[in-house]
């Protein structure tokens, strides 16, 4: 028997349990990003359906706690504490610590043991490099809690690299074209930049408004993403040729008005989905998630050994009759609020001016191997 739950005599539900607030630790007293507000919350990261203003305590790791003051300002919760990566944190008889997930900057998963019982949440992870984040951790677990976004065998992401290349030949056959590459304004942003960057495109690379604080903050934590600048400042001239990242709403709004006969691109795991790349009118779909793939979550399930999973939004139904069939035991947890990362992407009006003036990022190498560069391996 691989499960020390049979030795112990704990359960998964002995840990946690789900509510409709969300997963909750009774025994520990907090909730594991709560869908609404509650006294104490861990946070696995900073997307908005993940992490809600409103909560009396947070503990996430200090990335997480940053994006949450720059989405909601400072007074987002009653108090905040910082979890380090690895750092095991004991509230009453449970052990919490937070590793990295490999979604976006300080992106972590948090695991809770309680009398031996490992349970793994894992929040949205990838399971591939990363250049402007930490890579995934593969963490052993007796319960393993997963999502499901792209859990159907038809979803297999492939190569980011690929897909950053069909864009800079895009832009090589239409020098005087502009190109508008729809972006989830954490973490999609930054790492669709690096991933230019990787293939050696050096030209400044600009920005809608909504794109430029969180931008800034992965420049600021040392994640060099060449030249940015903005794109409301530049001249229709100008952004002949160009590259210009904006939310996906944006590219279909007057903002966009102002790009010479623009190419439009959105940057998502979605994208693999024909239809919705046409209902959008996207003339170049690329296909990079932060989310795993089919692939990757089956394999990443298999690795941590668990010998029970729980999954918590998505395509539920069909991870978890895979689990089922490949002798795990497997449970829906249909958790409403989650996947809504797009909700805050519509840009709404451009940010009339940003916090800071100077520029986004200024030249500063490409990211290569400093701790927060994923070179951790793709996937197993
Ligand atoms: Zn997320
Ligand atoms: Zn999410």
């Known amino acids: 028997m691989r499960n020390s739950d049979y030795v112990s005599g704990m359960r998964g539900e002995d840990v946690l349990v789900s509510t409709p ?28 359906d993940h992490a809600r203003a409103g909560h009396g ?14 989405r909601c300002g400072d007074d987002c919760a009653g108090s905040m504490q910082a979890a380090r990566y690895g750092e095991t944190i004991a509230i009453d008889d449970v052990a919490v610590s937070f590793h990295p ?10 695991r809770v043991e309680r009398g031996g019982l490992r349970v793994v ?22 319960v393993f809690v997963t999502e499901a976004t792209f859990g159907l065998p ?15 030949q895009s832009v090589a056959l239409f020098p005087e074209r502009a190109h508008l590459v729809g972006v989830y304004a954490l973490g999609k942003a930054q790492r669709v930049i690096a991933l230019i ?12 408004g909504a794109l430029e604080n969180f931008t800034r903050y992965y420049v600021a934590r040392g994640i060099g993403l060449g030249e940015l600048r903005r794109a409301r400042d530049a001249g229709k001239a100008e952004l002949a040729g160009a590259i210009a990242l904006c939310p996906p709403g944006a590219l279909r709004e007057l903002w966009s008005r102002r790009f010479p006969d623009p190419v439009t691109s959105f940057a998502s795991g979605w994208m693999r989905v024909r239809a919705r790349a046409r209902q959008r009118q996207i003339d170049l779909p690329l296909v990079i998630s932060d989310h795993a793939d089919w692939d990757g979550l089956t394999a990443t399930i298999a690795a941590t ?6 999954v918590t939004h998505g395509e539920e139904d069909a991870l978890v009759h895979w689990c089922m069939t490949s002798g795990r035991k497997a ?30 990022g200024s030249g500063g190498s490409p990211p290569s191997g400093s701790d927060q560069t994923g070179n951790g391996e793709a996937r197993s």
Do not use: N
């Not at 979803?155 to 690299?161: E, I, Q, S, T, Y």
């Not at 050994?305 to 729980?310: D, I, N, Q, S």
């Not at 990362?341 to 003036?357: C, F, I, K, W």
């Open 21 to 48: 607030a969300g997963l909750c630790c009774p025994a520990g007293g907090f909730y594991i990003d709560p869908v609404r507000p509650v006294d104490k919350a861990l946070i696995t990261h900073g997307h908005s």
């Open 57 to 70: 305590a947070v503990l996430a790791t200090p990335e997480t706690l940053d994006v949450m003051r720059l």
């Open 101 to 110: 997930a490999g979604h976006v900057l300080g992106s972590a998963q948090i």
């Open 121 to 142: 949440v894992s929040g949205d992870y990838k399971d591939v490099v990363d250049p402007t984040c930490a890579p995934f951790e593969l963490l052993p677990c007796d």
């Open 154 to 168: 038809v979803f297999r992401h492939g190569d980011p690299a690929v897909e950053t290349a069909k864009l800079l």
């Open 197 to 208: 960057r990787q293939a050696s495109y050096e030209k400044p690379i600009y920005l809608h």
């Open 305 to 310: 050994g668990a010998g029970e999973v729980w």
């Open 331 to 360: 449970r829906p947890l249909r958790i409403v609020g989650y996947g809504e990362e797009d909700a805050d992407v519509d840009a709404g009006p451009e940010p009339a001016s940003s916090a800071e003036a100077g520029p986004i």
